[in-house]
């Protein structure tokens, strides 16, 4: 499964994103051969909100940033976009970008992509449960005056 | 005016290493790491990640550690540091509704949809110290699992569930089918007619970082300029709404903080990528308003987003932001400090302020040397002048 659509490319670019780089680092140790397009850069994004969460943007302040580009020897070119300062991890996201536009993907899709997804959806799931366990009902008392 | 001085490299040399000596204190006691700073005194990286103005854990640890502490200092290190980095882009705005929540309460509606969530709060804490913390070496005592299924915190996420514990419930659960939105409070108030409403606008919104500030600011650079305020300045701004200068009658609509996707749109793919999470605190007032020549009998609405985990900072954020829309809403000046931009826009900033304050330690020589000779010439004429007199 080769999927190059656009809406596949960016789940998967921001699962690798968002992946703590230590953890991709061990599932992808190794980079495939390739030439560096634009060398890791690290920068910063202005973060945007808007007014009473629905209005006008506003700039709320900035995050870290580390962008890299990489071809493969196939031609194919990756990129990525991640969070922080973390320059392998940009490279390593870059490269499996890459490789997610060749014959590889589904054998990266099934040792690196969904290994990732799930961990990620069990941090949320750990997040929510405690979250869940501190929802309270709260019920107002009969005041003295209202009697 | 300072001038620049030459001379004293030694001593500035030795004051600097004393620095570092004093920075890493008894040599007896094990020196802190950066990820202890990160995990154990994250809210005061949150403090140094907001006021610095730029989300980077680590970073903010680091100046923390640098600065011994001193978290104006840090937040210093950290604005001067964002100076260094080239700006690759701004993000979309972030979609606060589709937060992943850990805390959302609200003060106006007890039962409101989704369900108030207490998260990792100090409220309800009896404020007494723990001694407990102070038993180095002990085990931390172990929480009893709260009800619904939920995980005493652990140093590492556990991604085993067990089987046996009841299916806890979802935040938000029954809201927008899968993924769990939370809809804002005010969303309910909005339905009713009863609250202003906050139309989306996409143009590019003014950036004090890259133009000076100029007045009247319109209400997003306001934001901008509370957001990488001084804590402790706007409480007290908002305080003093509270106390009756500026008076606005608030009421917690709602407050939330969570971590939201920070999606950026990259120039090579042509279209929107999810880089990052990151955690805010949003605050939502609700105040009351009787109408004005312009406007009917409604709610109005103050706003308060801030990076990391800051609800006090939120609030009086959401406070200072309403006190300061009395001309878009045709309320009175009554000459609070609260209601006035430039007094509160002008003086919310610790770096630009402590830049200030702090100069006039710096050499002074040749000024003060003029004063000197100024007030001796003063002096001798007083006394020519007396003694002519007699």
């Not at chain 2, 514990?165 to 804002?184: D, F, N, Q, T």
Request: with cysteine.
């Amino acid at each position: 499964m080769t999927d190059t659509s656009p809406l596949a490319r960016k789940t998967r670019m921001a699962t690798l994103a968002k992946a703590p780089p230590a953890r991709l680092a061990a599932l992808f140790p190794d980079l495939p051969p390739h030439h560096v397009l634009r060398r890791p850069e690290i920068g910063a994004v202005m973060v945007r909100g808007r007014v009473g969460a629905t209005g006008a943007a506003f700039n709320l302040g900035e995050m870290t940033v580390t962008r890299a580009s990489v071809r493969l020897e196939t031609g194919e070119v990756g990129h990525a976009w991640v969070q922080g300062r973390d320059r392998t991890h940009a490279l390593r996201a870059a490269a499996l970008d890459a490789l997610m536009q060749t014959g590889a993907a589904d054998d990266l899709t099934a040792r690196i992509l969904r290994p990732l997804e799930s961990e990620a959806e069990a941090r949320q799931t750990a997040r929510a449960t405690k979250a869940a366990a501190t929802k309270v009902d709260f019920f107002t008392m009969v005041r003295g005056e209202d009697k | 005016m300072y001038v620049a001085v030459k001379g004293g490299e030694r001593a500035i040399d030795n004051a600097h290493q004393w620095l570092a000596e004093e920075r890493r204190g008894a040599p007896t006691v094990p020196e802190l790491t950066i990820p202890q700073i990160r995990e154990q005194m994250a809210l005061a990286v949150n403090r140094v990640m907001a006021e610095g103005s730029l989300y980077d854990p680590d970073l903010a640890a680091l100046a923390i550690k640098q600065a011994r502490g001193d978290l104006i200092e840090a937040v210093f290190l950290i604005r001067a540091y964002r100076t260094t980095l080239p700006r690759l882009a701004a993000s979309n705005p972030v979609d606060t509704g589709g937060m992943a929540v850990d805390r959302r309460i609200s003060a106006t509606f007890k039962d409101l949809p989704g369900g108030q969530v207490l998260g990792p709060t100090f409220d309800y804490t009896h404020r007494l110290l723990d001694f407990a913390l102070m038993a180095e070496g002990d085990p931390p005592t172990p929480i009893p699992s709260p009800p619904g299924g939920g995980e005493a915190p652990g140093p590492t996420v556990s991604h085993t569930h067990d089987p046996k514990a009841p299916p806890s419930p979802r935040v938000g659960e029954g809201w927008g089918g899968g993924a769990p939105r939370i809809p804002h409070v005010t969303s309910f108030l909005n339905r009713d007619g009863l609250i202003e409403t906050a139309n989306p606008s996409d143009a590019t919104p003014p950036d004090l970082t890259r133009e000076p500030m100029e007045l009247p600011a319109d209400r997003t650079l306001r934001l901008q300029a509370l957001a990488r305020g001084d804590e402790g300045f706007i409480l007290s701004m908002a305080y003093s709404t509270q106390r009756g200068y500026g008076r606005t009658h608030a009421f917690v609509g709602e407050l939330r903080i969570g971590t939201v996707a920070v999606e950026v749109d990259i120039p090579e793919l042509g279209f929107a990528v999810e880089i990052g999470e990151i955690e805010l605190t949003e605050c939502e007032t609700v105040n009351q308003f009787k109408g004005s020549r312009t406007e009917p009998p409604q709610f109005t609405r103050g706003y308060g987003l801030v990076m990391g985990q800051s609800e006090r900072k939120a609030i009086a954020m959401s406070l200072v932001d309403r006190s300061l829309r009395w001309q878009e809403l045709g309320e009175d000046f009554t000459g609070a400090p609260a209601q006035d931009e430039e007094f509160v826009l002008m003086h919310c900033d610790n770096i630009q302020a402590t830049g200030f304050l702090e100069h006039i330690k710096l050499p002074h020589y040749v000024d003060f040397q003029a004063e000197l000779e100024l007030v001796r010439k003063l002096r001798a004429e007083a006394v020519a002048m007396r003694e002519a007199a007699e």
